[in-house]
């Protein structure tokens, strides 16, 4: 009855639920039997504190302050997870399908609905390149290190401006359109990437 046995199944279908993309299956039956042991916990305790002071009692009511922690902590969790998966689906460019949103309780479609409106109404105002759903991906290795082929003279890049003098190396940025227009034209050689 109490704590693990109710509890892991709870806990287990939370940490498949983190594994996977998708939403599962709300699970109202398991949540509601852990409120209901939480309710019957709490009348218990309610009934040792009324009856007597005894030492045993005391125990009793630490162990089951214990358990009501316990299954209060699982439920937490599983709903924290459940509002973050119900986040990333709303910040998607695609709606969920009629079927994903029936996996859903009530107040949880009801939150990703306005969720949804508030990501809506945000990125109508908002230029493309600061939507929050958009991937940003840091560049692997951004500097190079080039060698001058030929006089160049002073470059204006995103940075400033350099010097290129023939037989000359020194540190730029590859993303640079500038440069990379250089090293394409045979002006730069790369030599090692940082």
Do not use: W
Request: contains cysteine; glycine residues 2%.
């Amino acid at each position: 009855m109490y704590a693990n046995s109710v509890i892991r199944p709870l806990l287990d279908i939370t940490k498949r639920a983190q594994e996977t993309k998708n939403i599962l299956f709300y699970e109202r039956d398991k949540v509601q039997g852990i409120c209901e042991e939480i309710n019957l916990l709490k009348q218990e305790t309610e009934n040792l504190n009324d009856n007597n002071n005894e030492y045993s009692s005391q125990e009793r009511i630490y162990v089951y302050n214990t358990i009501q922690k316990k299954e209060l902590n699982a439920i937490q969790l599983y709903h924290f997870q459940r509002i973050q998966k119900n986040k990333e689906a709303a910040s998607r460019e695609t709606r969920l399908a009629q079927n994903e949103l029936n996996r859903l309780s009530d107040r949880e479609r009801s939150f990703y609905n306005k969720y949804e409106q508030l990501i809506h109404n945000y990125k109508s105002k908002c230029p493309e390149s600061l939507y929050i759903s958009n991937e940003l991906h840091a560049p692997r290795k951004p500097y190079v290190i080039v060698r001058v082929i030929e006089n160049v003279g002073e470059v204006m890049t995103n940075n400033g401006i350099i010097e290129l003098l023939k037989g000359s190396q020194t540190m730029v940025r590859e993303a640079d359109s500038n440069i990379a227009k250089l090293i394409r034209l045979g002006y730069l050689k790369k030599i090692d990437s940082y």
